[in-house]
C-alpha cells in the first residue's frame, strides 16, 4: 500500500518569504499523481497543485510551485512571496492508477506579518 | 471543476441517534468518495460510492454503521448510525475531476454528546 510522509507538523515563514512544505511517498508503481491540497481553517479544501509522474518538468501554479524528484519519491511544494491567505493546513495526497487517494498527515502553515 | 454542495454543514447529536449528510455535485460523477477528518488531522477514507451499485467501504468501516446511498450521478448521502461520542469528526464528501484532482464538499462537523 502506498503511503505519504509529511515530516513537518508545522512551518512558519514570514509574510514575502519563501517556504518549502516536503512530502515523501512510498510506491512500487510507475504512472501515479501526486497532489497538495490546501485547507484554510474552517474552510473547505482545495487542490493547490497536481503533477502527473510521467512529466519530468515540475509543476507550477502562480506562487506555488514542485519539486519532484521521482526516484527519490520526493514531491515538496514551494510558496514564494507568501501572503497571509496561504495560511493553512496543506496535504500532500498520492493517486495510484487504480483510483485511490493517499493523504499525509498534513502541515500546518503559519505566515507572519 | 465541479462545484459540490454539502448538508448539513454542522450537528450536535445525540448518542444513539442517526445523522444522514447529503452532498449534491452541479454535475454527474461516476464516483463519490466520503472521508473522515479529526480536527487538524488526515482524511481517512470511509467509502467509494457508485451509482447503482454498492458502495465499497475501507477496512474498519461497514455499511451498518455508515449506509450509502447514491441514488443518481449527481447525489449521495452518507449516515452515521447509532452515533456514540468517537464518530464526533468532520465527514466530507468528495469528487475527482477530469485532472484527477479532487473537489471537496464543504464538510459537516459532527459533535455526538
Known amino acids: 500500500a502506498q503511503t505519504v510522509t509529511q515530516s513537518q507538523p508545522e512551518m512558519s515563514v514570514q509574510e514575502a518569504e519563501t517556504v518549502t512544505l516536503s512530502c515523501t511517498y512510498d510506491?512500487?508503481?510507475?504512472?501515479?499523481?501526486l497532489f497538495w491540497y490546501k485547507q484554510p481553517p474552517s474552510r473547505q479544501m482545495i487542490l493547490v497543485i497536481r503533477?502527473?509522474?510521467?512529466?519530468?518538468q515540475n509543476a507550477t501554479e502562480n506562487r506555488f510551485s514542485v519539486n519532484f524528484q521521482k526516484a527519490a519519491k520526493s514531491f515538496s511544494l514551494k510558496i514564494s512571496d507568501s501572503q497571509l491567505g496561504d495560511a493553512a493546513m496543506y496535504f500532500c495526497?498520492?493517486?495510484?492508477?487504480?483510483?485511490?487517494?493517499?493523504f499525509g498527515d498534513g502541515t500546518t502553515l503559519t505566515v507572519k506579518p | 471543476s465541479a462545484v459540490i454542495s454539502q448538508k448539513p454543514s454542522r450537528d450536535i447529536c445525540q448518542r444513539g441517534t442517526s445523522l444522514t449528510i447529503q452532498c449534491q455535485v452541479d454535475?454527474?460523477?461516476?464516483?463519490m468518495f466520503w472521508y473522515r477528518q479529526q480536527p487538524g488531522q488526515s482524511l481517512t477514507l470511509i467509502a467509494t460510492?457508485?451509482?447503482?451499485?454498492?458502495?465499497?467501504?475501507e477496512s474498519g468501516f461497514v455499511i451498518d454503521k455508515f449506509p450509502i446511498s447514491r441514488p443518481n450521478l449527481t447525489f449521495s448521502t452518507l449516515t452515521v448510525s447509532n452515533m456514540s461520542p468517537e464518530d464526533s469528526s468532520i465527514y466530507l464528501c468528495?469528487?475527482?475531476?477530469?485532472?484527477?484532482?479532487?473537489?471537496f464538499g464543504s464538510g459537516t462537523r459532527l459533535t455526538v454528546v
Open positions: 503533477q502527473e509522474a510521467y512529466k519530468q
Open positions: 454535475s454527474q460523477v461516476t464516483m
Open positions: 495526497a498520492y493517486r495510484s492508477r487504480a483510483g485511490k487517494s493517499t
Open positions: 468528495s469528487v475527482e475531476g477530469r485532472n484527477y484532482g479532487y473537489t
Open positions: 460510492a457508485n451509482q447503482g451499485s454498492e458502495a465499497t467501504y
Open positions: 510506491t512500487s508503481e510507475s504512472d501515479y499523481y
